[in-house]
């Protein structure tokens, strides 16, 4: 189980850290994706981005948990 993180006494959600994690992840990807050119590809660009930040936030919640075994 994940804990929270103490931060002087303020305690933050750690999914509430994942999701900003994923955010900025996702911040810097579509700043790639869109260099590329690959949005010129995808139907519906805010669905996909929808989808690609729930794909990097379930990443980062496996990671943040371990390995299952």
Known sequence: MMQEI???GV???TFGVL??????ALAALRRLLHAVG????V????LF????YTCLLGALVMLA???PR
């Open 11 to 13: 305690f933050i959600p």
């Open 19 to 24: 999701a900003l994690a994923a955010f900025m």
């Open 6 to 8: 103490d931060l002087h």
């Open 43 to 46: 139907w519906h660009p805010p």
């Open 65 to 67: 948990r371990g390995v």
């Open 49 to 52: 981005n929808l989808a690609l």
């Open 38 to 41: 690959f949005y010129r590809l």
